[in-house]
């Protein structure tokens, strides 16, 4: 009975029943057919008690598949916890779509939000982006190359994929994302430690020395580049974890970083101190 009070009780706790909407209800442009992975959508998990923040996520899967559960719905339940609106992004993919159906996407749903941030209960002054792996290089894309009404106004980066051109780079998201072999013009574009300027948003970075799959000079290259720009940035590298761990509840050294991103949100102002 108790097991059952507490599923029947969970979204009271956390959030409302979250809901997903296509980004383009009549087809996404230059859509190559009508097939589930032809329909970007946002699912929107609104918090009980809403503080007015709001946060895009974009999970990882190197531009290939999607880690939607523990790198999205576990994430907005997690926002929902305190008070943070979320919105899970779902985004085309490689190979069957390439740049910059992903940004466009990107681009898409932070117009959605903002356009409808009364709807949402959430301030359009206080809306980030956050993106783990793959979906991290998405974050960071954005960050970078907006255009009016686009600019996140926080950015959270998760052992991101940052660079194209180092011997850094995670070659299976840049093939899967601008083709094989990719267009060494490109490759630069989005190489986004070297597009960072003073009005890339604030940004906090986790990442892990021991992650194998995309080294950590990605985060510290990215850093670097914020300050030098002088924008806000935080920065958190654990000695260990594997990639891909997304919150680390199971790990009791690791699972402390989305601690340091909440205290880092209030040290900021987008969130209430607690």
Known sequence: MRILLFVFLMPALFGQTPRTELLWPEGAPGAVGTEDAD???????????????????CPGGGYV?????HEGKQVAEWFNSFGVTAFVLKYRLGPRYR???????????????????????????????MGFSAGGHLASTLSNHFQEGERPDFAILCYPV??????????????ALLGDPPDPALAW???????????????????????????PENSVLY???LRRAGVPAEMHIYQEGRHG????????????????????LMVR???PAQ
């Open 39 to 57: 329909k970007p959508a946002l699912t929107i998990y609104p918090a009980v008690q809403p503080n007015g923040a709001a946060v895009l996520v």
């Open 65 to 69: 598949t999607l880690a939607m559960d």
């Open 99 to 129: 740049h910059p159906a992903m940004l466009e996407d990107a681009r898409r749903a932070m117009r959605i939000i903002r356009s409808r941030a009364k709807e949402f209960g959430i301030d359009p002054a206080r809306v980030g982006v």
């Open 162 to 175: 940052i660079s194209f051109t180092t011997r850094h780079t995670h070659s299976g998201s840049m093939r």
């Open 189 to 215: 574009e989005l190489s986004n430690e070297l597009r960072v300027t003073s009005q890339t948003p604030p940004t906090f970075l986790f990442h892990t020395n021991a992650d194998t799959g995309v080294p």
């Open 223 to 225: 850093y670097l580049a």
């Open 245 to 264: 761990v997304g919150l680390a509840p199971k790990d009791p050294v690791l699972s402390t970083w989305p601690g340091r991103l909440k205290d880092w």
């Open 269 to 271: 102002g987008i969130i």
